[in-house]
């Protein structure tokens, strides 16, 4: 399938995406921001989720997610990226070199996905499963969900 929006073509196998989420085990740590990310998933825009979805991403089995910041003491903001079965053939990575080991965003590069949460995406896969389908690419997402847990929320 191909994906179009904004500077990105990208071709994408969300069948064989899809295959490896489910036999996936969950990957996340029990800090007290993925013990929320797990419990309050089901509360992701169902905008952020069709456009997981489209790759054959489950959204509850990101690579890797971390709170950035809590903008309330009742919501914590999460960036954490997504691996699918695919190639970018429009488009570049959307971090530049700015340093000998410094990186930084292009906002060019950002897709709005809804109001307040963006993704964007790269070629080189951060932690990705050895036994992943290839070629793979990454998806980056940054958004927010509510606090959840029946405990105090230490981020904010």
């Known amino acids: ?18 295959g490896f989420y489910a036999q996936a085990p969950d990957t996340l740590c029990e800090c007290s921001g993925c013990r929320n990310f797990r419990a309050a998933v089901s509360r992701m825009s169902e905008e952020l989720r069709s456009f997981l979805e489209q790759f ?10 971390s709170v ?5 003491k009742d919501e914590l903001c999460y960036n954490g990226f997504y691996h699918f079965c695919g190639e970018i053939r429009e488009g570049r990575e959307a971090y530049i070199q700015t340093g ?3 990186f930084e965003l292009d906002q060019r590069y950002l897709i709005s996905v809804n109001e307040g ?6 070629t080189k896969c951060a932690l990705i499963d050895v036994s992943f389908p290839r070629p793979a690419a990454q998806v ?8 959840v847990l ?5 981020y904010p």
């Open 117 to 122: 949460e963006q993704a964007w995406f790269l």
């Open 68 to 72: 950035v910041y809590a903008p309330a």
């Open 1 to 18: 399938m191909i994906f179009e929006r904004g500077v990105y073509g990208i071709e994408h196998d969300p069948e064989r995406t899809g």
């Open 150 to 154: 029946d405990e105090e929320n230490t």
């Open 56 to 65: 054959g991403i489950d959204p509850a089995k990101p690579a890797e997610m």
């Open 100 to 102: 000998e080991r410094s």
């Open 140 to 147: 980056e997402v940054f958004f927010n969900l509510p606090w």
